[in-house]
Each structure stands twice: as C-alpha cells, then as structure tokens.
C-alpha cells in the first residue's frame, strides 16, 4: 500500500508562484513514475505533469508548460511540482498519483494511488 499526502497549495496573486510537494511511503516509490493531476469545479480531472521513476523524462500538459517543473528526490520519496507564472485558470485542487505498472501514461485511470489533494488559487 502506497500513502500519498500533498501540501504546498494556498491562495497567490496572478503572476506568482508555489511549490507543491507529494511525500509517499513505501518502499517501491523509487521504481514508480509519479504524475500531478489537478481538477476544478465542475471539471474531469485533468493531467498536469509526469516524471519518470529516475527522473530522466518529463513530459507536462500543454496548458503548464515553460511555467510548471516536475522533479522527485527518491532519498526523501517526495516529488515535487514548482508553479510559476501562475494564472487564475490555474486554480484547481491539485493530486499526486503513483502510475505503479512503468506505463507511460497522461490518463488519470492508469494511475493506482491517489493523494488527497491540496488547493491552489489564484487571483487575478
């Protein structure tokens, strides 16, 4: 079993940035590929970012990229999503995901863990 808790989110100013952090448990987080999803009010649950399990593909959706950086340190079993430039389209409750089968995958049904999510706002 994987145990997944998000923090970082809060409400910012358009234009600023925050740091979301994804601390796991388990002794497997290194193998996995981890994602961010995020969802808003009356919205599906939409992809954000993914990393792979040694940090050496990334891949982010089109709505973030150049302003949103997925990293991991897999001594701390924490990933992390860094948000800069941030817009009030941006505001969302922001999920960690464990995808534990080295599927290389955008779809939220694919992935097997879920945190509980933490929320971003942003301002205009």
């Known amino acids: 079993q994987v145990q997944l808790v998000e923090s970082g989110g809060g409400l910012v100013q358009a234009g600023g940035s925050l740091r979301l952090s994804c601390a796991t448990s388990?002794?497997?987080?290194?193998?996995?590929?981890m994602g961010w999803f995020r969802q808003a009010p009356r919205k599906e649950r939409e992809f954000v970012a993914v990393?792979?399990?040694?940090?050496?593909?990334?891949d982010y959706a089109d709505s973030v990229k150049g302003r949103f950086t997925i990293s991991r340190d897999n001594a701390k079993n924490t990933v992390y999503l860094q948000m800069n430039s941030l817009k009030p389209e941006d505001t969302a409750v922001y999920y960690c995901?464990?995808?534990?089968?080295?599927?290389?995958?955008?779809?939220?049904?694919?992935?097997?863990?879920w945190g509980q999510g933490t929320q971003v706002t942003v301002s205009s």
């Open positions: 995901a464990v995808e534990r089968e080295g599927l290389w995958t955008f779809r939220a049904s694919e992935y097997d863990y």
């Open positions: 388990g002794r497997l987080f290194s193998r996995y590929n």
């Open positions: 990393i792979s399990w040694s940090s050496s593909s990334t």
